[in-house]
Each structure stands twice: as structure tokens, then as C-alpha cells.
């Protein structure tokens, strides 16, 4: 199982990123991917999640309106973008792989990609 | 949204001392809590899911307990690879939520 992300992107603030996450070694349809961010020198924030098969999604509170997870299931590839940037959205942003596949249960993550660096900067 | 909190913020040990990691919960979990390590410049891997499964190839040296709001990540020798930064993360409800970690430093 292999998860690969785009690369590190700088962005001014009020413009869009879009992240990628390359999945292999596995059926991508058959488990949720998770989308997680971190800030530098801080903790992990969950923001959500699509299901590769039906392309639902779901979105944590704080980016309701601001997130979009979509999904290409002929390049087995996930998609984060996130709307509006301000500076407190530069983080690594990893994808992670839900384990848990039963629909709409709550996961633990066990394969992640290698996180890509979004830098929010005037 | 469900509070994880883990202490201490910075456990300073050798190698081949036991570590005791701790996590409590601002409500009840049961026992989906994951154990996650993260070392420098890498993405988190999965040590232990549901409070005491180890996930695949993780040593035997590393242990999850507990139930409920009180969780222990054990890792009962320490090896020069296991210096790194600790996260719990709940599964019980949504939003997943992770606590701010514990960072296992060289004494």
C-alpha cells in the first residue's frame, strides 16, 4: 500500500490549494480516504474525509464551506482543496487511509502518504 | 467534540528504560483509541488501534491499555528509533480528534 502526494506549494492569502494523494497496492475504492493536517511544530487536526467508491464526503466543523474532497477513480487519486487561505492554514497536509471500512464508522488510519507542505504567504 | 489530553508533554529518558504514555479523554471513547508515532519529517504510523492491538510489524515492546477515558501507550524498553513524538486519537465519535502529543526525548 502506497499513498503518494503532490508536492509543496506556496499560495497567497484568499487564493485555493489543491492537494493530491496517489493511492497503489490496494482497491481504492473499498476504504475511505482521511485528510489531516498539521502546523508547524503542532498536533495533528482531522478535516475529513471522501469515499473513493460513491464520492460522499464528510467534513469536520472547522472547514465546513472551505473543503472540497473529491476523488478520480480511473487514476486511483484523491483530491483536498481547500478555498479562501489565510496564514494559519500552512501545514503538511498528509492523506491517511481510513482502516475501519464498515460506511460511516469512525477510523483509526493505518497507511498514510508523506504529506505535502502548503505555505500561506503574502 | 471529545478532548484528548496526554501527559506528560515531554518524557525525558535512556534507552532500555520503560516509557509510560498516558491519554485521558473528556468523555468516554470505549476502547476505540489508536496510538500513533511520528519522528521527525515523517507522516504518523499506526503503533496500536481499539486501546491494546498492535498493528502490523510493530514490536512487541510497545503495549496500549486501558478503557473508557484512561488510556497507557507502554513501550517497555526503549530503542534509539523509538525517540520521537506520541499521538492518541479517538474513533468513538465524530469528529476523530487527537490529543497534543508526548514527545519521548534522549536523557
Known amino acids: 500500500v502506497q499513498l503518494v502526494q503532490s508536492g509543496a506549494d506556496v499560495k497567497k492569502p484568499g487564493a485555493s490549494v489543491k492537494v493530491s494523494c496517489k493511492a497503489s497496492?490496494?482497491?481504492?475504492?473499498?476504504?475511505?480516504l482521511h485528510w489531516v493536517r498539521q502546523a508547524p511544530g503542532q498536533g495533528l487536526e482531522w478535516m475529513g474525509w471522501?469515499?473513493?467508491?460513491?464520492?460522499?464526503?464528510y467534513y469536520g466543523q472547522n472547514f465546513h464551506g472551505r473543503v472540497s474532497m473529491t476523488r478520480d477513480t480511473s487514476i486511483s487519486t484523491a483530491y483536498m482543496e481547500l478555498n479562501s487561505l489565510i496564514s494559519d492554514d500552512t501545514a503538511v497536509y498528509f492523506c491517511?487511509?481510513?482502516?475501519?471500512?464498515?460506511?460511516?464508522?469512525?477510523?483509526?488510519?493505518?497507511?498514510w502518504g508523506q504529506g505535502s507542505l502548503v505555505t500561506v504567504s503574502s | 467534540e471529545i478532548v484528548l489530553t496526554q501527559s506528560p508533554a515531554t518524557l525525558s529518558l535512556s534507552p532500555g528504560e520503560r516509557a509510560t504514555l498516558s491519554c485521558r479523554a473528556s468523555?468516554?471513547?470505549?476502547?476505540?483509541l489508536a496510538w500513533y508515532q511520528q519522528r521527525p519529517g515523517q507522516a504518523p504510523r499506526l503503533l496500536i488501534y481499539?486501546?491494546?492491538n498492535r498493528a502490523t510489524g510493530i514490536p512487541a515492546r510497545f503495549s496500549g491499555s486501558g478503557s473508557g477515558t484512561d488510556f497507557t501507550l507502554t513501550i517497555s524498553s526503549l530503542e534509539p528509533e523509538d525517540f520521537a513524538v506520541y499521538y492518541c486519537?479517538?474513533?468513538?465519535?465524530?469528529?476523530?480528534?487527537f490529543g497534543g502529543g508526548t514527545k519521548v526525548e534522549i536523557k
Open positions: 497496492g490496494y482497491t481504492f475504492t473499498g476504504y475511505n
Open positions: 486519537q479517538q474513533r468513538n465519535i465524530w469528529p476523530l480528534t
Open positions: 471522501v469515499n473513493p467508491n460513491s464520492g460522499d464526503t
Open positions: 468523555q468516554s471513547v470505549s476502547d476505540y
Open positions: 481499539d486501546a491494546s
Open positions: 491517511a487511509r481510513g482502516s475501519v471500512t464498515r460506511y460511516f464508522e469512525p477510523t483509526h488510519f493505518d497507511y
